[in-house]
């Protein structure tokens, strides 16, 4: 079974940096591409970013476009989120997800609140 477990969330001031990873496991990390989504209170779970299987083409939402970068580590089955200049609106649920075989996985994911 597909295991996909996010870290690194917390509470932290506008303008600030938070960086999330998630480890994956029960698949061949290296074969799949990563997503990033996040879910803010009473709205739907949105898209943030997208790394390649060899991670050298990457894609965020235009809301997080030169704040946010997402990255992989296939020797830790890791895949991070690197997010700066941090706004209120950023505050979500955050959640790493994949595809396989025509099927999306889900971690359960990390809560950034970004408070002024």
């Known amino acids: 079974q597909v295991q996909l477990v996010e870290s690194g969330g917390g509470s932290v001031q506008v303008g600030g940096s938070l960086r999330l990873s998630c480890a994956a496991s029960?698949?061949?990390?290296?074969?799949?591409?990563m997503s990033w989504f996040r879910q803010a209170p009473g709205k739907g779970r949105m898209w943030v970013a997208d790394?390649?299987?060899?991670?050298?083409?990457?894609d965020s939402g235009d809301s997080v476009k030169g704040r946010f970068s997402i990255s992989r580590e296939d020797t830790e089955n890791t895949v991070h989120l690197q997010m700066n200049s941090l706004k209120s609106e950023d505050t979500a649920l955050y959640y790493c997800?994949?595809?396989?075989?025509?099927?999306?996985?889900w971690g359960l994911g990390t809560q950034v609140t970004v408070s002024s």
């Open positions: 997800s994949t595809v396989l075989w025509s099927s999306r996985y």
């Open positions: 029960c698949f061949t990390f290296s074969r799949y591409g």
């Open positions: 790394i390649s299987i060899d991670g050298r083409s990457t």
